[in-house]
């Protein structure tokens, strides 16, 4: 099946610091991403709608500035969380939906997700 | 916002018995349903999914039942194995809208006892 990937897996930063997280996606191409975040013990919940060659889509309450997303190519999405804080602290997962002949319309596949740790 | 302090409700079975979990969805026009497992630090793992025109649909030791009436989804798993010991979520979209983006439940928590 289609593969999407998560770079890096888990990462510490200090209180005011911005991190990348990638999502790619292996052996398919995405126009369209998702970005969730999940809370301990908590559900998943979507942030933005990231789009190939035009602007993310934000869900009410996510701050854009903050929360910036870049969708350079059809296989490549970055959210970075800039001047984070701990409360940024969560575990933070990308989506892609299936597209192409091979792949079924009503598939979206998950990365494993990036856990960040705001100190 | 997304609330703190919050815990997943959790059902503890039996090795061997039958697990039923339960979902409701908040969208009476979604009409794509999906359940996920999700593993300790891992993400979503597709189980079973049912459109709104079935309801029910089996797969491997698996059963969905959706109820749009009352915008109720179970899953049903057979035999639970230690395996299956992780937390469901159900979820819910609409497939026309060009977007996908899936909308989560709130989770369940299952603990096989072996």
């Known amino acids: 099946g289609a593969v999407v990937s998560q770079h890096p897996s888990w990462v510490i930063c200090k209180s005011g610091t911005s991190v990348k997280i990638e999502c790619r996606s292996l052996?398919?191409?995405?126009?369209?991403m998702f970005w969730y975040r999940q809370f301990p013990k908590q559900s998943l919940m979507l942030m933005a709608t990231?789009?190939?060659?035009?602007?993310?889509?934000?869900e009410q309450g996510v701050e854009k500035d903050k929360f910036l997303i870049n969708h350079a190519s059809l296989t490549l999405s970055t959210l970075t969380v800039t001047s984070a804080h701990p409360e940024d602290s969560s575990f933070y997962i990308c989506?892609?939906?299936?597209?192409?002949?091979?792949?079924?319309?009503?598939?979206?596949?998950f990365g494993p997700g990036t856990r960040l740790t705001v100190l | 916002g997304e609330s703190v302090g919050l815990h997943l409700p959790t059902l503890s079975v039996q090795e061997g018995d039958n697990s039923i979990i339960n979902c409701a969805y908040s969208?009476?026009?979604?009409?794509?349903f999906i359940w996920y497992k999700q593993e300790s630090g891992k993400g979503p793992q597709f189980i079973i999914d049912?459109?709104?025109?079935?309801d029910k649909r089996q797969g491997q030791r698996v059963t969905v039942l959706l109820n749009k009436t009352v915008k109720h989804l179970s899953l049903q798993i057979a035999a639970t194995q230690p395996g299956d010991s992780a937390v469901y979520f159900c979820?819910?979209?609409?497939?026309?809208?060009?977007?996908?983006?899936?909308?989560f439940g709130s989770g369940t928590r299952l603990q096989v006892q072996p």
């Open positions: 989506s892609a939906p299936g597209q192409g002949p091979r792949i079924s319309y009503n598939e979206q596949f």
């Open positions: 969208n009476s026009a979604s009409d794509y």
């Open positions: 049912i459109r709104s025109n079935m």
């Open positions: 979820a819910e979209t609409l497939m026309d809208t060009g977007r996908r983006a899936l909308t």
């Open positions: 990231s789009n190939e060659g035009s602007k993310a889509t934000y």
């Open positions: 052996d398919f191409q995405a126009t369209t």
